[in-house]
C-alpha cells in the first residue's frame, strides 16, 4: 500500500456529507452554478438548511481543504 494526499474533489465529496443529506456526485464539476446550487440547498443538513448555496459552499470548501492539508488517504498499487 502506497499513501497519497486526496484530491480536491475526492475531499470535497467526502465533506459534503457533513453539510449535505446526501454527498455530492462526482458529476457535480461539471454542472452549471445554478444545478449546483440548487443541489446544496435541496440536500443542506439541518444545520444549514436556511443557508445561502454560497454559504453552504463556504463551509465544504474548508473543511475539504482541512482534509487535504491534514489526511492521508490510503491506496492499493498493484
Not at 44 to 61: G, L, M, P, T
Amino acid at each position: 500500500m502506497k499513501a497519497r494526499k486526496l484530491t480536491k474533489e475526492e475531499s470535497l465529496i467526502y465533506a459534503s456529507g457533513e453539510y449535505l443529506c446526501e454527498h455530492i456526485p462526482v458529476k457535480y464539476f461539471d454542472w452549471e452554478e445554478d444545478k449546483q446550487d440548487k443541489f446544496l440547498t435541496d440536500n443542506a443538513h439541518e444545520s444549514v438548511e436556511y443557508a445561502s448555496a454560497e454559504h453552504i459552499w463556504e463551509k465544504i470548501d474548508m473543511l475539504a481543504w482541512s482534509i487535504r492539508d491534514n489526511f492521508v488517504k490510503e491506496v492499493t498499487h498493484e
